[in-house]
């Protein structure tokens, strides 16, 4: 893909999961990326793993529900050169998925970093994109957007469904500036958010999921695509539908953190 080479990208929650495999893909296709996330452990290896296959990459340690650590990797980023792709993935869900006893604090939470993150790094690094007419924004969601559920909680319902809407705005008003903006939206990929459920699905449960290298490679087909051409939203499915009847029994009770 020539047309990506040499442009720069900054990947959220690219230590792991999907942000890693979109990482590493578009670091394969001559993109300089930087990475971001809340601990440095992860972060440095999927820097390894890119710079071992010959690909440029850096990391930053940031968390997206903090406005002040958004605007600092805000800064960072910017000080390395304009960004030409800004994915943002880092996402995060309650293990209290019931609306009937989730509380404030978790609710704030699943909020700020699928809500409030996105919105405030993406503000920050528009106007260089608004200045060379071009430039794409990529937002992981979920098909939690699309079809809400208790099983996908209430809160992280609530706040895809959220970021979509966002999204959908922002893509209104800086597509005459020749930006583009994309929306994907999978159902269960296999990643380490999972491991926040009620109940963490089993080896069994996750041979039919999505895998990330999947969600990524609908990521650089988009922004591999013409300058002309604009892909706004994707809802990828499993082909195989798994019964998530013991999923949801768990996601109906109450749950914490400490049992």
């Known amino acids: 893909m020539p047309q990506l080479n040499e442009k720069k990208a900054l990947?959220?929650?690219g230590g792991t999961g999907i942000?890693?495999?979109i990482a590493i893909d578009l670091?394969?296709?001559?993109v300089d990326v930087t990475i971001c996330g809340r601990r440095a452990a992860p972060l440095e290896d999927t820097v390894k793993q890119i710079e071992a296959e010959g690909g440029q990459a850096r990391f930053v340690v940031s968390d997206m529900a903090d406005p002040n650590s958004i605007e600092a990797l805000a800064k960072d980023v910017q000080a390395q050169g304009s960004i030409d792709i800004l994915v943002n993935n880092a996402g995060f869900s309650s293990q209290v998925r019931s609306a009937r006893y989730i509380g404030a604090e978790e609710w704030r939470a699943v909020m700020d970093v699928n809500t409030m993150g996105p919105a405030m790094l993406t503000r920050?690094?528009?106007g260089p994109m608004i200045e060379k007419e071009q430039g794409d924004v990529v937002l992981i969601c979920s098909m939690a957007a699309i079809t809400p559920?208790?099983?996908a909680g209430a809160a992280y319902s609530a706040?895809?469904?959220a970021a979509k809407a966002y999204m959908n705005v922002l893509q209104q008003e800086v597509k005459p500036y020749g930006i583009r903006c994309m929306t994907v939206c999978p159902a269960e990929v296999d990643t380490p958010i999972l491991d926040n459920r009620p109940r963490v699905p089993n080896e069994k449960d996750r041979e039919t999921m999505i895998q990330p290298e999947d969600?990524?490679?609908?990521?650089?087909?988009a922004v591999s695509l013409p300058q002309r051409t604009t892909v706004s939203e994707i809802a990828i499915a499993t082909t195989i539908k798994r019964d998530t009847s013991a999923d949801l029994a768990a996601a109906l009770t109450k749950q914490s953190s400490d049992g």
């Open 215 to 221: 969600v990524s490679a609908a990521v650089l087909m």
């Open 149 to 151: 559920s208790p099983v």
């Open 27 to 30: 670091a394969k296709e001559g």
């Open 124 to 126: 920050l690094l528009l």
């Open 11 to 13: 990947v959220t929650g």
């Open 159 to 161: 706040a895809k469904t």
């Open 19 to 21: 942000g890693q495999a």
